[in-house]
């Protein structure tokens, strides 16, 4: 059992907590049973290391079912060395290490996507991990994050997605013109989310939601700018029926996602 807080494989792996630590090595934190369950069940080869309490293995058993069967090995860790290594303040008994997967633009568009997501400057971990997620429930094929996105494999952006970061290609680092170049060579309309544009009813009621669509959703506090937002074929808003001041960009993004979702399988059929 690994159990001295101290030690020089302990701190490594606490490295990885911060963006400094991941850029050196190539390698991010899994923290929790869901997410090391799902990444044993899509992802094994990513797997370096995987850590568990005793107390953690005996209530999931299916976890270390399924690393044996991937042929990966689970050390045992103490309580202490847990709260070393995680990011967060109440560990749930599972920390693994694995190798980054972004999967290039190239590979993306060449895929013959119908619906992505692309994600400018979105600063939040929670509103970046819970677009992905809703990407991933939408059927979405592809999410695009620009350089200015927070971090992908930051820890609070991998918890958040629940597992969805292993269920869909996801590329980073890329610049926002080349992406919207790159998405209407491939044939997808983009549709920015924003305040100014249409309403999503009448983009529904018009057709413009059944073809191959590419959102762009920008930043939460300022969303696009006024050089940025011209790149897209067409902006939308999402309607507000209430008093709110505004919606939350992952709430949004998530009502965008689906309703090109509706629209392109009712198109289908």
């Given at each position: 059992?690994?159990?001295?807080?101290?030690?020089?494989?302990?701190?490594?792996?606490?490295?990885?907590?911060?963006?400094?630590?991941?850029?050196?090595?190539?390698?991010?934190?899994?923290?929790?049973?869901?997410?090391?369950?799902?990444?044993?069940?899509f992802r094994p080869q990513l797997f370096v290391e995987l850590f568990a309490t005793p107390t953690a293995l005996e209530r999931y058993t299916d976890i270390a079912e399924k690393a044996v069967a991937a042929g990966i090995e689970i050390e045992y860790v103490s309580e202490e060395v847990l709260n070393v290594m995680s990011d967060t303040v109440t560990p749930q008994g599972f920390i693994a290490v694995a190798h980054q997967f972004p999967t290039s633009m190239k590979d993306i568009f060449a895929a013959g996507p119908k619906l992505i997501a692309i994600l400018e400057?979105?600063?939040?971990?929670?509103?970046?991990?819970?677009?992905?997620?809703?990407?991933?429930?939408?059927?979405?094929?592809?999410?695009?994050?620009?350089?200015?996105?927070?971090?992908?494999?930051?820890?609070?952006?991998?918890?958040?997605?629940?597992?969805?970061?292993?269920?869909?290609?996801?590329?980073?680092?890329?610049?926002?013109?080349?992406?919207?170049?790159?998405?209407?060579?491939?044939?997808?309309?983009?549709?920015?989310?924003?305040?100014?544009?249409?309403?999503?009813?009448?983009?529904?009621?018009?057709?413009?939601?059944?073809?191959?669509?590419?959102?762009?959703?920008?930043?939460?506090?300022?969303?696009?700018?006024?050089?940025?937002?011209?790149?897209?074929?067409?902006?939308?808003?999402?309607?507000?029926?209430?008093?709110?001041?505004?919606?939350?960009?992952?709430?949004?993004?998530?009502?965008?996602?689906?309703?090109?979702?509706?629209?392109?399988?009712?198109?289908?059929?």
């Open positions: 059992m690994l159990d001295n807080p101290r030690s020089p494989r302990v701190r490594a792996v606490a490295k990885l907590a911060k963006r400094p630590g991941r850029a050196e090595t190539g390698l991010f934190l899994l923290e929790g049973p869901q997410a090391v369950a799902e990444a044993l069940m400057e979105v600063r939040d971990p929670g509103n970046l991990g819970t677009i992905i997620r809703a990407a991933d429930s939408a059927g979405a094929d592809a999410v695009i994050l620009t350089g200015r996105t927070v971090d992908l494999y930051n820890p609070k952006v991998v918890r958040s997605t629940t597992g969805s970061l292993f269920h869909l290609p996801i590329a980073v680092g890329a610049e926002l013109p080349n992406v919207i170049q790159r998405a209407r060579a491939a044939g997808l309309t983009v549709l920015a989310a924003d305040v100014k544009g249409t309403s999503l009813l009448d983009a529904r009621a018009d057709g413009t939601l059944g073809g191959p669509t590419a959102w762009l959703f920008g930043n939460e506090a300022h969303g696009l700018t006024d050089e940025q937002l011209p790149l897209a074929d067409a902006a939308i808003t999402v309607p507000i029926y209430g008093h709110a001041e505004s919606m939350n960009l992952a709430t949004a993004a998530s009502v965008c996602l689906y309703e090109s979702a509706f629209s392109q399988r009712s198109a289908a059929s």
